[in-house]
């Protein structure tokens, strides 16, 4: 009775529980799920996730009790490019919100007044973010139950805060890039600035979060390294001025407060700016041209006459380098490279300073560069071999499924092999060993990724790709895995630990059962059998997946 | 030489079961080249699964499929290569544009380079998508998308086309060009096997319609067969098919 007085048909919060139902519909991975699995899961990994990282907080807090002030500093500047990545990630998401055009007309021409569905849309993101910042907050909740003490728990008024003023802040933005740029060119620049965002948040995140390691780096006895001394000493002042903000996550309950009062001000003007304007934006947005510039092209007599493994491969090239948004959040993770580049700049400009660390960090970077090579092709492999838009098209041709695979497989893991060569031409002068390792592993992740991707093909189509990732589970939790394991024989490879066969054996292990339990129907014509399933058993739709009919 | 020549289609006793239902019983055709065969059914009749077990797409259970004399289940290649499947929702991708896509198309097909460039830009010409043929597919209208992709399937100049409601999205003017289109084709040699809702369009353009209900065909013949068939002196093929399906569902189970 309490909730349905809440939730009064018109409301904002109705129609905020509407919204939230559609976007929590729409980004749920996979369909077919034993109903028990996603609880069990969730527990076990937020759980794991919980207890380890918390555990590891809890050490650090108990190692540095007596220095409340750098503690505070280092998790203010860790929090802040979190922040920063997080509010980048949700402009592409507010962008999204604020010109999907699909229930504009109904909820439009309904009497109720335009700006509840801007204030319905800003509790939405709101919750969305709330609960993506929630999650990495459980890293504290597991710290203050190893601590026990309460400590750490301000830290959820600080996410729920923030997750106010995101929603506030990335809708006002996303609006003004609507409307100064128009929708397509809008469009771009919020990816192109939600990605250097992101890029620095990423960046930003992982000098912190290494200024020990830097610290050691650098004091390095017999090899001290100035270049890295300056490198600490910048950062260890930078997040000086952050401890403020780590203190709201360790039990500064006023400063976390503040977060809830600054995120609920913003949000009451931003509804009070863009609700009045609600139906004027709308009317804009409906006034504009998705369509491309019409840039006529000469006709290339020659591009009818490749072979149909080129046409395949370029088909799958086009479709995949003409999503802005897809190719944006490809190429992020990427960053995440940046800063071990700037060791790697540091041995070759500075032979005689290198830093017994150095294979260490050569290592690593094998480690990284493999797991992200891995997510690459696991993205790309799914993209070509699930969402293929004109799968009957494949099937009803005459050409050999084999040839259509071979291009698929060509473009889903070309990227990730140009990657790989490039990076290790990079380094190969600073950490021989990594280079080789991180080529031969990564050609071996690569592989092992198409292999668990195209054994289990889930049909989806290309325009709720980006939001509705609508993956097995298996190859997910296959792929996340194949990385892992890939990852870690690239590192103790590259550090000459003989122990890099068992991950690697595992891995290997592991690309082989998703291959040798893909569903029967696979076995004959990989790309196109499912379709024998697909359409039909549903004659009212031919795009129904094999596990529904 | 032979003085009958193979036939266009022949079907044998086609079944094709999902779990416990029959999507399709016992189906037999024979289309000579040059037909234009109207299949109609209300929806779930088993229309789309018959044209898709012709295009190669799904096994039957049971009978046999032969395209100009090439059994689909034991030589599906040589089928699809002289067959055309446009089903109702366009086959396209979104990302590419019209050109791109007959290029891609023609790559699937293997039609010689200089043939496919020169039937590219005639189709598209024709189909009046020339000067869209640089914008991406994801901006045209569901007409435009139509086009395309009939363009698509005519590119390799299919002997043995198979239309599923060809016809939606299309305006007045293109589904005239379109109608004619095919009865051209038709008389060049082609064979024409197309499903619809709208039973003027059957009438007008298929010599012989096929009726199916639930699996089954009803009736089969040209329009003055059918009204034998439901014992009707006049009425159009709308008025025929209503009592025929009447018919068909009082006494046999829903």
């Given at each position: 009775?309490?909730?349905?007085?809440?939730?009064?048909?018109?409301?904002?919060?109705?129609?905020?529980?509407?919204?939230?139902?559609?976007?929590?519909?729409?980004?749920?991975?996979?369909?077919?799920?034993?109903?028990?699995?996603?609880?069990?899961?969730?527990?076990?990994?937020?759980?794991?996730?919980?207890?380890?990282?918390?555990?590891?907080?809890?050490?650090?807090?108990?190692?540095?009790?007596?220095?409340?002030?750098?503690?505070?500093?280092?998790?203010?500047?860790?929090?802040?490019?979190?922040?920063?990545?997080?509010?980048?990630?949700?402009?592409?998401?507010?962008?999204?919100?604020?010109?999907?055009?699909?229930?504009?007309?109904?909820?439009?021409?309904?009497?109720?007044?335009?700006?509840?569905?801007?204030?319905?849309?800003?509790?939405?993101?709101?919750?969305?973010?709330?609960?993506?910042?929630?999650?990495?907050?459980?890293?504290?909740?597991?710290?203050?139950?190893?601590?026990?003490?309460?400590?750490?728990?301000?830290?959820?008024?600080?996410?729920?805060?923030?997750?106010?003023?995101?929603?506030?802040?990335?809708?006002?933005?996303?609006?003004?890039?609507?409307?100064?740029?128009?929708?397509?060119?809008?469009?771009?620049?919020?990816?192109?600035?939600?990605?250097?965002?992101?890029?620095?948040?990423?960046?930003?995140?992982?000098?912190?979060?290494?200024?020990?390691?830097?610290?050691?780096?650098?004091?390095?006895?017999?090899?001290?390294?100035?270049?890295?001394?300056?490198?600490?000493?910048?950062?260890?002042?930078?997040?000086?001025?952050?401890?403020?903000?780590?203190?709201?996550?360790?039990?500064?309950?006023?400063?976390?407060?503040?977060?809830?009062?600054?995120?609920?001000?913003?949000?009451?003007?931003?509804?009070?700016?863009?609700?009045?304007?609600?139906?004027?934006?709308?009317?804009?947005?409906?006034?504009?041209?998705?369509?491309?510039?019409?840039?006529?092209?000469?006709?290339?007599?020659?591009?009818?006459?490749?072979?149909?493994?080129?046409?395949?491969?370029?088909?799958?090239?086009?479709?995949?380098?003409?999503?802005?948004?897809?190719?944006?959040?490809?190429?992020?993770?990427?960053?995440?490279?940046?800063?071990?580049?700037?060791?790697?700049?540091?041995?070759?400009?500075?032979?005689?300073?290198?830093?017994?660390?150095?294979?260490?960090?050569?290592?690593?970077?094998?480690?990284?560069?493999?797991?992200?090579?891995?997510?690459?092709?696991?993205?790309?492999?799914?993209?070509?071999?699930?969402?293929?838009?004109?799968?009957?098209?494949?099937?009803?041709?005459?050409?050999?499924?084999?040839?259509?695979?071979?291009?698929?497989?060509?473009?889903?893991?070309?990227?990730?092999?140009?990657?790989?060569?490039?990076?290790?031409?990079?380094?190969?002068?600073?950490?021989?060993?990594?280079?080789?390792?991180?080529?031969?592993?990564?050609?071996?992740?690569?592989?092992?990724?198409?292999?668990?991707?195209?054994?289990?093909?889930?049909?989806?189509?290309?325009?709720?790709?980006?939001?509705?990732?609508?993956?097995?589970?298996?190859?997910?939790?296959?792929?996340?895995?194949?990385?892992?394991?890939?990852?870690?024989?690239?590192?103790?490879?590259?550090?000459?630990?003989?122990?890099?066969?068992?991950?690697?054996?595992?891995?290997?292990?592991?690309?082989?059962?998703?291959?040798?339990?893909?569903?029967?129907?696979?076995?004959?014509?990989?790309?196109?059998?499912?379709?024998?399933?697909?359409?039909?058993?549903?004659?009212?739709?031919?795009?129904?997946?094999?596990?529904?009919? | 030489?032979?003085?009958?020549?193979?036939?266009?289609?022949?079907?044998?006793?086609?079944?094709?079961?999902?779990?416990?239902?029959?999507?399709?019983?016992?189906?037999?055709?024979?289309?000579?080249?040059?037909?234009?065969?109207?299949?109609?059914?209300?929806?779930?009749?088993?229309?789309?699964?018959?044209?898709?077990?012709?295009?190669?797409?799904?096994?039957?259970?049971?009978?046999?499929?032969?395209?100009?004399?090439?059994?689909?289940?034991?030589?599906?290649?040589?089928?699809?290569?002289?067959?055309?499947?446009?089903?109702?929702?366009p086959?396209?991708?979104?990302?590419?544009?019209?050109?791109?896509?007959?290029?891609?198309?023609?790559?699937?097909?293997?039609?010689?380079?200089?043939?496919?460039?020169?039937?590219?830009?005639?189709?598209?010409?024709?189909m009046?998508?020339?000067?869209?043929?640089?914008?991406?597919?994801?901006?045209f209208s569901r007409g435009m998308k139509q086009k395309t992709?009939?363009?698509?399937?005519?590119?390799?100049?299919?002997?043995?086309?198979?239309?599923?409601?060809?016809f939606s999205g299309l305006d007045?003017a293109v589904a005239?060009?379109?109608?004619?289109?095919?009865?051209?084709?038709?008389?060049?040699?082609?064979?024409?096997?197309?499903?619809?809702?709208?039973?003027?369009?059957?009438?007008?353009?298929?010599?012989?319609?096929?009726?199916?209900?639930?699996?089954?065909?009803?009736?089969?013949?040209?329009?003055?067969?059918?009204?034998?068939?439901?014992?009707?002196?006049?009425?159009?093929?709308?008025?025929?098919?209503?009592?025929?399906?009447?018919?068909?569902?009082?006494?046999?189970?829903?």
């Amino acid at each position: 009775m309490m909730l349905d007085s809440l939730f009064v048909p018109g409301s904002i919060l109705w129609l905020a529980r509407h919204q939230i139902r559609l976007s929590w519909r729409l980004g749920r991975l996979g369909k077919k799920i034993p109903s028990w699995i996603k609880p069990v899961f969730t527990i076990l990994f937020v759980g794991l996730l919980s207890f380890s990282m918390g555990y590891g907080v809890a050490k650090i807090f108990e190692a540095a009790a007596g220095d409340y002030k750098q503690l505070s500093s280092l998790a203010g500047a860790v929090i802040l490019t979190l922040m920063i990545s997080g509010i980048s990630m949700n402009l592409m998401g507010s962008f999204m919100t604020i010109t999907e055009k699909g229930d504009l007309d109904l909820l439009l021409s309904s009497p109720i007044p335009p700006h509840r569905f801007v204030a319905a849309r800003l509790i939405s993101s709101a919750w969305r973010g709330f609960c993506i910042y929630a999650g990495f907050a459980t890293i504290f909740f597991g710290a203050s139950i190893v601590m026990i003490s309460p400590m750490f728990a301000s830290i959820y008024v600080v996410v729920a805060g923030f997750a106010i003023l995101d929603a506030a802040i990335t809708y006002m933005i996303a609006r003004q890039a609507l409307l100064w740029f128009g929708l397509r060119n809008g469009r771009r620049a919020t990816i192109a600035l939600g990605a250097i965002g992101v890029m620095i948040g990423l960046v930003g995140y992982q000098m912190v979060s290494s200024t020990g390691s830097l610290g050691r780096l650098a004091a390095d006895t017999e090899h001290p390294n100035a270049s890295l001394i300056q490198v600490h000493d910048v950062i260890v002042s930078l997040t000086s001025n952050f401890s403020w903000l780590g203190g709201t996550i360790l039990g500064d309950w006023l400063g976390a407060l503040a977060f809830l009062v600054a995120g609920g001000v913003v949000s009451a003007l931003v509804l009070n700016f863009a609700g009045k304007r609600y139906d004027q934006d709308v009317a804009f947005l409906n006034g504009q041209n998705d369509h491309a510039p019409h840039k006529i092209r000469k006709a290339h007599p020659q591009q009818f006459r490749r072979p149909a493994l080129v046409m395949v491969f370029h088909k799958e090239w086009l479709s995949m380098t003409r999503d802005p948004l897809f190719v944006s959040q490809l190429i992020v993770p990427l960053f995440t490279m940046v800063p071990f580049l700037g060791f790697v700049w540091n041995a070759v400009s500075n032979p005689n300073e290198q830093s017994e660390m150095a294979p260490i960090m050569g290592a690593m970077f094998a480690a990284i560069t493999v797991f992200n090579v891995t997510m690459l092709t696991s993205s790309l492999a799914w993209l070509t071999a699930s969402v293929e838009e004109a799968r009957d098209l494949l099937q009803a041709s005459p050409l050999d499924p084999k040839i259509i695979l071979q291009g698929k497989v060509l473009a889903a893991s070309g990227p990730a092999i140009l990657e790989l060569v490039l990076v290790a031409a990079l380094v190969a002068w600073a950490w021989p060993l990594a280079a080789l390792t991180l080529l031969i592993m990564g050609m071996a992740t690569c592989a092992g990724a198409c292999v668990i991707e195209f054994s289990r093909p889930r049909p989806t189509k290309r325009p709720k790709m980006t939001q509705r990732p609508d993956r097995s589970l298996v190859t997910v939790l296959f792929g996340l895995g194949l990385g892992i394991l890939w990852a870690c024989a690239a590192g103790l490879a590259a550090a000459k630990i003989l122990w890099w066969l068992l991950p690697a054996a595992l891995a290997i292990t592991i690309s082989y059962i998703a291959w040798a339990t893909r569903p029967r129907d696979l076995s004959s014509i990989p790309v196109s059998q499912p379709l024998v399933a697909v359409s039909v058993g549903s004659p009212g739709g031919p795009w129904q997946r094999v596990d529904q009919t | 030489m032979s003085t009958h020549p193979l036939p266009a289609l022949e079907i044998k006793s086609l079944t094709k079961r999902f779990g416990a239902k029959t999507a399709v019983s016992d189906f037999n055709l024979t289309l000579a080249p040059g037909s234009f065969y109207g299949l109609l059914g209300a929806n779930g009749a088993g229309k789309t699964t018959t044209m898709r077990m012709i295009a190669g797409l799904l096994q039957a259970d049971e009978g046999s499929i032969c395209v100009f004399g090439h059994d689909v289940g034991k030589d599906p290649r040589a089928v699809k290569s002289i067959t055309a499947w446009l089903p109702d929702e366009p086959l396209l991708y979104d990302k590419l544009t019209p050109l791109e896509y007959l290029e891609f198309i023609a790559g699937l097909w293997s039609v010689e380079g200089s043939v496919a460039e020169k039937r590219a830009e005639e189709l598209l010409r024709w189909m009046d998508l020339w000067e869209e043929r640089d914008k991406r597919c994801e901006t045209f209208s569901r007409g435009m998308k139509q086009k395309t992709a009939l363009a698509g399937a005519l590119l390799h100049d299919p002997k043995l086309l198979l239309l599923d409601e060809p016809f939606s999205g299309l305006d007045a003017a293109v589904a005239r060009q379109v109608k004619e289109l095919l009865v051209e084709k038709t008389k060049e040699g082609a064979t024409i096997v197309l499903t619809t809702h709208v039973m003027e369009i059957a009438e007008r353009l298929a010599e012989r319609v096929g009726i199916f209900h639930r699996g089954r065909l009803l009736a089969d013949g040209s329009l003055a067969d059918l009204r034998a068939q439901a014992g009707q002196a006049e009425g159009s093929l709308e008025d025929i098919f209503i009592q025929l399906v009447d018919d068909a569902s009082v006494g046999s189970p829903a």
